[in-house]
């Protein structure tokens, strides 16, 4: 039928490069090395490669498909650089368009004294059926009124862009990353898997969040949960990425309908030349 198919990415440039960049397996290491797998994560993507039909990182073939663009939703304000490499690899424009272990986090958030809000998630047939049953127990009373957690959903956007909000724990999914910048809140990091984990590596070397580190064998530390928190929301130490992060959300949304307007010319010169 002859009709233009253009990949939409929902995860970061800089994740995309450095899958398509292992995937051709290529001999020179990726030259951003403040995006990096730790080698329990890098063990758990080459499993997921490896058992991909393809044997290669998933969307390569799509991206190769993408007739002359590629949509990433992203702010070159961050990822310019990961978007021009990415542009060499696939050899395409790209066009933006703007279960933890759950006693961890709880005794985290205890240690770090600061007020929350906690939106827990359960897999269906998981063995916690109630935020009761899955908290250590006391938890809800003793952090009494300065935390409330929620089972399954929150309204993210409109708690974010609330005055008393200082700060974001994140998975860095790349959506809930991208909406978070909108709002300007400073980032908690802490990945679990597939691109959260270089998502979080960016989070910090754009300065506009912190990770709290797991150990070796990839375990969640309360304590580091609780240091990362403090830092971000509360000390003077964290005041650089409360602005950072500030001041990306400013440059987003001044440039957003921008964007939006290239995407759309874009798209329409694309069909014009079908």
């Known amino acids: 039928m002859n009709i233009p198919?253009?990949?939409?990415?929902?995860?970061?440039?800089?994740?995309?490069a450095l899958g398509f960049h292992m995937?051709?397996?290529?001999?020179?290491?990726?030259?951003?090395?403040?995006?990096?797998?730790?080698?329990?994560?890098?063990?758990?993507?080459?499993?997921?490669?490896?058992?991909?039909?393809?044997?290669?990182?998933?969307?390569?073939?799509?991206?190769?498909?993408?007739?002359?663009i590629v949509l990433v939703?992203?702010?070159r304000d961050f990822e310019a650089k990961y978007m021009d490499y990415l542009s060499n690899l696939v050899s395409?424009?790209?066009?933006?368009?703007?279960?933890?272990?759950?006693?961890?986090?709880?005794?985290?958030?205890?240690l770090s004294k600061?007020?929350?809000?906690?939106?827990?998630?359960?897999?269906q047939g998981g063995k916690n059926s109630t935020i009761e049953d899955a908290l250590p127990e006391g938890f809800l009373e003793r952090v009494g009124e300065r935390g409330k957690v929620l089972e399954g959903w929150a309204p993210q956007a409109t708690i974010l862009q609330h005055a008393s909000i200082g700060g974001f724990v994140s998975y860095c999914g790349w959506s809930s990353f991208m909406e978070n910048v909108k709002f300007g809140e400073p980032i908690i990091a802490m990945p679990m898997h597939i691109d959260q984990p270089m998502n979080a590596?960016?989070?910090?070397?754009?300065?506009?969040?912190?990770?709290?580190?797991?150990?070796?064998?990839?375990?969640?530390?309360?304590?580091?949960?609780?240091k990362a928190i403090r830092e971000v929301v509360m000390e003077e130490s964290g005041e650089a990425v409360?602005?950072?992060?500030?001041?990306?959300?400013?440059?987003?949304?001044?440039?957003?309908?921008?964007?939006?307007?290239?995407?759309?010319?874009?798209?329409?010169?694309l069909c014009g030349n079908k």
């Open 5 to 16: 198919a253009v990949q939409l990415l929902t995860f970061s440039a800089a994740v995309i």
């Open 23 to 68: 995937s051709e397996d290529k001999e020179d290491k990726f030259p951003f090395p403040e995006i990096y797998l730790r080698e329990y994560e890098m063990l758990s993507l080459k499993k997921a490669i490896n058992e991909s039909p393809d044997k290669e990182f998933p969307f390569c073939e799509a991206l190769r498909r993408s007739r002359d």
């Open 73 to 75: 939703k992203t702010c």
């Open 92 to 110: 395409k424009k790209i066009v933006l368009f703007g279960t933890l272990e759950i006693h961890a986090v709880a005794q985290a958030l205890e």
């Open 114 to 123: 600061v007020n929350f809000i906690w939106v827990i998630r359960f897999p």
């Open 201 to 226: 590596r960016l989070v910090v070397y754009i300065g506009m969040g912190v990770e709290a580190v797991r150990d070796e064998n990839g375990k969640l530390q309360s304590e580091e949960i609780a």
């Open 242 to 269: 409360r602005k950072k992060a500030r001041e990306l959300s400013e440059k987003m949304n001044v440039k957003g309908d921008e964007e939006l307007d290239d995407v759309v010319e874009e798209l329409v010169a």
